[in-house]
């Protein structure tokens, strides 16, 4: 709604707090799932944000509560993505799973949008010139 009490840029600073702290490069399953209970809360707030700017042409507030819309949504399937890929690869770095896992998480993730919560499916890794390695940096 547009009439509630919830203001949008306190919401996106929370989110933006949470994601940075949370949800960052090195993570573990318990703050993953902290996180994704607070993203879903954040979302539930979302729900009785004010809009002030009732303008018709340029209206900033109206543009800034639905990026705010979208980056709650980017929020949770990066989270929830995250909470289900058991192993570290790349920026992904899950400290209780240090490990990278290929014969499992060689895959594309794949995320839908449902009613009930983003779904996820994953496809395989089509291999072509570069075999798999680990780095050492």
């Known amino acids: 709604g547009s009439e509630g009490e919830e203001r949008v840029p306190q919401l996106r600073d929370e ?3 949470l994601m940075n702290t949370k949800v960052w490069i090195f ?3 318990e703050e993953l799932k902290s996180a994704l209970k607070e993203i879903r809360t954040l979302k539930e707030r979302f729900k009785h ?5 009732k303008g018709k042409t340029f209206n900033t507030g109206f543009t800034a509560a639905l990026q705010l ?3 709650l949504d980017l929020a949770e399937v990066t989270t ?3 909470l289900a890929r058991t192993e570290s690869r790349g920026a992904h770095s899950r400290l209780d799973y240090p490990k990278r896992d290929d014969e499992k998480w060689l895959v ?3 995320a839908y ?3 009930d919560g983003p779904r996820l ?3 395989p890794v089509t291999i072509t010139k570069w075999q798999p390695a680990i780095r050492k940096y």
Request: net charge neutral.
């Open 108 to 110: 594309h993730t794949l």
């Open 80 to 82: 929830i993505s995250a």
């Open 27 to 29: 993570r573990t399953g």
């Open 113 to 115: 949008y449902t009613v």
């Open 69 to 71: 819309d979208f980056m």
């Open 49 to 53: 944000i004010k809009v002030e700017d």
């Open 15 to 17: 989110m933006r707090r």
């Open 121 to 123: 499916e994953y496809i």
